[in-house]
T-cell receptor, first 116, second 115 residues
Framework: NAGVTQTPKFRILKIGQSMTLQCTQDMNHNYMYWYRQDPGMGLKLIYYSVGAGITDKGEVPNGYNVSRSTTEDFPLRLELAAPSQTSVYFC???????????????FGPGTRLTVL | AQSVTQLGSHVSVSEGALVLLRCNYSSSVPPYLFWYVQYPNQGLQLLLKYTTGATLVKGINGFEAEFKKSETSFHLTKPSAHMSDAAEYFCAVSDQAGSQGNLIFGKGTKLSVKP
């Protein structure tokens, strides 16, 4: 198993450009998550999905969009990049039976994004 | 609302010394607590977690943590530090408001190990 894979590893965007961060997992996990990690700030949840076709906002969703058309893929879209979106983005997945909160999340290696 | 506070953004220990990383949480419901480790340029990896039952939880690489409800703490310890333990450590509490298992992370503690 490759686990959770993310592409690209690095990207530099200009203000106003758009891009999609790709995330794929091969563990047949139903739950998937997108986090951003800013220096000294820990991780904050952007969006999550509890299954194909179902997505919901996390703590910091503004400026982002997601879709979940398959179990494996959970892309994150930035429509109009802003310097405030400079961060490291992590995708994660978990298998949950819906009992809430005890599941281990498996993280990808991250995408380092700079917006200039 | 739930929150996590990690005391000390940087901790430095000598190889072979005790490692103690502090985590306090705030939760209105019985918490599920986690410690994750992040090695340089990598994603996060689960070290250990507390859900229910025994309050002393053992994890990978010789780490353990004790859930103390009266102190609202979940400190991470390791008796003897190794150079390979140098990394950033994140404490997290699970958001149990729904069934989504969303994690609320602390700001992290960077552990340095001196030879």
């Amino acid at each position: 198993n490759a686990g959770v894979t993310q592409t690209p590893k690095f990207r530099i965007l200009k203000i106003g450009q758009s891009m999609t961060l790709q995330c794929t997992q091969d563990m047949n996990h139903n739950y998937m998550y997108w986090y951003r990690q800013d220096p000294g700030m820990g991780l904050k949840l952007i969006y999550y999905s509890v299954g194909a076709g179902i997505t919901d906002k996390g703590e910091v969703p503004n400026g982002y969009n997601v879709s979940r058309s398959t179990t494996e893929d959970f892309p994150l879209r930035l429509e109009l990049a802003a310097p405030s979106q400079t961060s490291v983005y992590f995708c994660a997945s978990s298998y949950s039976t819906g009992t809430g909160g005890t599941d281990t999340q498996y993280f990808g290696p991250g995408t380092r994004l700079t917006v200039l | 609302a739930q929150s996590v506070t990690q005391l000390g953004s940087h901790v430095s220990v000598s190889e072979g010394a005790l490692v103690l990383l502090r985590c306090n949480y705030s939760s209105s419901v019985p918490p599920y607590l986690f410690w994750y480790v992040q090695y340089p340029n990598q994603g996060l990896q689960l070290l250990l977690k507390y859900t229910t039952g025994a309050t002393l939880v053992k994890g990978i690489n010789g780490f353990e943590a004790e859930f103390k409800k009266s102190e609202t703490s979940f400190h991470l310890t390791k008796p003897s530090a190794h150079m390979s333990d140098a990394a950033e450590y994140f404490c997290a509490v699970s958001d149990q408001a729904g069934s989504q298992g969303n994690l609320i992370f602390g700001k992290g503690t960077k552990l340095s190990v001196k030879p």
